[in-house]
Each structure stands twice: as C-alpha cells, then as structure tokens.
Antibody, heavy 120, light 109 residues
C-alpha cells in the first residue's frame, strides 16, 4: 500500500514536497516512480529512483529535470518528491508507484491514491 | 523519443461486446508494453505487462498481444465494471521515459 501526503496550492517559482508512505512490502528493495496527471488528461511519467541495492540512482523526465528531486528514506519506508521552481504547467495530480521487476516484466504495479498540486 | 498512439481515442460499446484497443509505437519496443485501466477519481490499475501477461487478480476476459510496434488489448465480453479509460505504456527506453499512450475512453452505448 502507498499512502500519499503533501500537495496543495503554491505560487509559481515556489517549492513543495510530496511524501509517499509504503507498507506491506519490502520498501528498501523497491524501485519507485512518480507519475502525474493533469485532471481530465493523460498520464505523464515524472521520475524514478532505484533501490539502494541497485545503486539508488534517479532519472527524470525532461520537463522536470533539474527542478524536481526524488529521494527515499528506507528507515521510514517513505518516498519523496521535492519540487522546486514550480511552474503553472506542473499543476496536476501526482501519483507514487512501485515498479515490479525485472524487465521485460516491469510495470507500475502499486499506486498511491494521488495528491493534487496546484501552481497558481 | 518513442511515441505511443492509441486507437480509437473513444469507444462506445455494449455489455457483452468484444472490444479491441490498439497501441502503436513509433519504433520497436519488443514486448516492453503494459496496459492500465483507470476509472474516474481512481488511480490507474495494472492489467497486463510484457505485452501479454495478465497481472494477478485481473479477469481472464482481458488479454494482450503484440510485439515490436503494434499491440492490442482485447476485452472478450464487456462487463459493466469495464467502462473506464485504458492506457498503454512503453518501458523500453534507456534512460527511461516510460511513455504512456493518450488513452482510450470506453463508454457504455
């Protein structure tokens, strides 16, 4: 299970941090991602963090690279999305998800409930 | 970047119908494709991964096929709970892009 918190209204240029608390699985082994969705529109991948055992590295989609940072705290089973220099086009519902492995069987198999971010 | 194009974008069908949704990739992605179902106000749900493998707990009326650039999601006999939006997703790129298709909205006729 993934339970999200954070989100809300922020002015352009501002910052916000989203949290995603995991339970029911071995979080430290999990690769995690963030996906966003403008209400009424499609899904957009935001970024990914591997497990520390796989190097703990991060990758980001071009629209958020250098502004967003994904991190994890395996001691508290929590995933974070730090969003800086926010733009109006970042307004969306943000989901955290797990990635089931290994390839080619990877897919986003567990999703949080979503948290709304409004930049205005 | 790899683009995914779903067709149709909108589909109207009746309970009991067999429906097929197509997802075309702009370049070959082997079988690195997943399908998701999303209902209004809910998070997406994984249906199929690796193009044709049914996720645990998903009804067998859902099936996927394809490889390379063309993929299909088929629902053999529509049930009332199947009316939703369906997305395909590619997981082929490195570095990852995890692109989604634009979605197919399936509504009751």
């Amino acid at each position: 299970q993934l339970v999200q918190s954070g989100g809300g209204l922020v002015m352009p240029g501002g910052s916000l941090r989203l949290s995603c608390a995991a339970s029911g699985f071995t979080f430290s082994h999990a690769w995690m991602t963030w996906v966003r969705q403008i209400p009424g529109k499609g899904l957009e991948w935001v970024g990914r963090i591997k497990s520390k055992g796989s190097g703990g590295t991060t990758d980001y989609a071009a629209p958020v690279k250098d502004r967003f940072t994904i991190s994890r705290d395996d001691s508290t089973n929590t995933l974070y999305l730090q969003m800086d220099s926010l733009k109006t086009e970042d307004t969306a519902l943000y989901y955290c998800t797990t990635i089931q492995l290994p390839p080619p069987n990877d897919a986003f198999n567990v999703w949080g409930q979503g948290t709304m971010v409004t930049v205005s | 970047d790899i683009q995914l194009t779903q067709s149709p974008s909108f589909l109207s069908a009746s309970v009991g119908d067999r429906v097929t949704i197509t997802c075309r990739a702009s370049q070959g992605i082997s079988t690195y494709l997943a399908w998701y179902q999303q209902k209004p106000g809910k998070a997406p749900k994984l249906l199929i991964y690796a193009a044709s493998t049914l996720q645990s707990g998903v009804p067998s009326r859902f099936s996927g096929s394809g490889s390379g650039t063309e993929f299909t999601l088929t629902i053999s006999s529509l049930q009332p709970e199947d009316f939703a939006t369906y997305y395909c997703q590619q997981l082929y790129n490195f570095p990852p892009m995890y692109t989604f298709g634009q979605g197919t909205r399936l509504e009751i006729k």
